[in-house]
């Protein structure tokens, strides 16, 4: 502290810049990673799905949590009138 002699003491420094904006936290930049991760295979699986319906065999979500079994039947029976429209399948 300053003295009566020396006047008031000197102010802090300002701080720098980088340290007045606050720091992305690893967290942050690992889900926005996934995030774009996953926005670009909604894109490509929105395009397969578009090219698939373009071929006639649109595509169809099948449960598969009843086993394996009952899961092939389903993609079976799904898949049965584009197989049919292909002689050479």
């Not at 020396?6 to 967290?27: N, Q, R």
């Amino acid at each position: 502290q300053g003295t009566e002699d020396e006047g008031p003491p000197d102010p802090l420094p300002e701080p720098a810049e980088e340290l007045l904006e606050p720091e992305e936290k690893e967290s942050e930049r690992a889900k926005a990673k996934f995030i774009e991760r996953k926005k670009l295979e909604q894109e490509a699986l929105k395009e397969f799905a578009e090219k698939l319906t373009e071929a006639r065999a649109a595509p169809a979500k099948v449960a598969v949590d009843r086993g394996e079994e009952p899961a092939h039947k389903a993609i079976r029976w799904h898949c049965r009138p584009f197989m049919e429209l292909r002689a050479s399948l």
